[in-house]
């Protein structure tokens, strides 16, 4: 089964932590580019972190909070979350870049279900 499956999310505080997961499976993992998108309520889904062969891009707004790796061995994703702000609520989806701009949603052609970040205060 090709897929991708988010986990980790939560309540949490401001300023605390959270790491999110997302496990893949059903495809050759090594061969793909990977990204976490955020969608809040009302707002369009947006890039936060895009991992390639070379370098993980992260979005300005969570440059030095968030942090984004991949495991070979384990076929999955992370994102550790640090200083978490209310405005980081949103639904956290992981997503298989397949071509085109990266910071656009249609660019990739797997996602997982999303997993909730809320942050308090």
């Known amino acids: 089964q090709v897929q991708l499956v988010e986990s980790g999310g939560g309540l949490v505080q401001t300023g605390g932590s959270l790491r999110l997961s997302c496990a893949a499976s059903?495809?050759?993992?090594?061969?793909?580019?990977l990204a976490w998108f955020r969608q809040a309520p009302g707002k369009e889904r947006e890039l936060v972190a895009h991992?390639?062969?070379?370098?993980?891009i992260y979005a300005h707004s969570v440059q030095g909070r968030f942090t984004a790796s991949r495991d070979k061995v384990k076929r999955a994703m992370f994102l550790q979350m640090t200083s978490l702000k209310p405005e980081d609520t949103a639904m956290y989806y992981c997503?298989?870049?397949?071509?085109?701009?990266?910071?656009?949603?249609?660019?990739?052609?797997?996602w997982g279900q999303g997993t909730q970040v809320t942050v308090s205060s």
């Open positions: 997503a298989r870049y397949v071509r085109g701009n990266y910071y656009h949603p249609a660019a990739f052609d797997l």
């Open positions: 059903g495809f050759f993992f090594d061969l793909y580019a």
């Open positions: 991992l390639n062969n070379r370098e993980t």
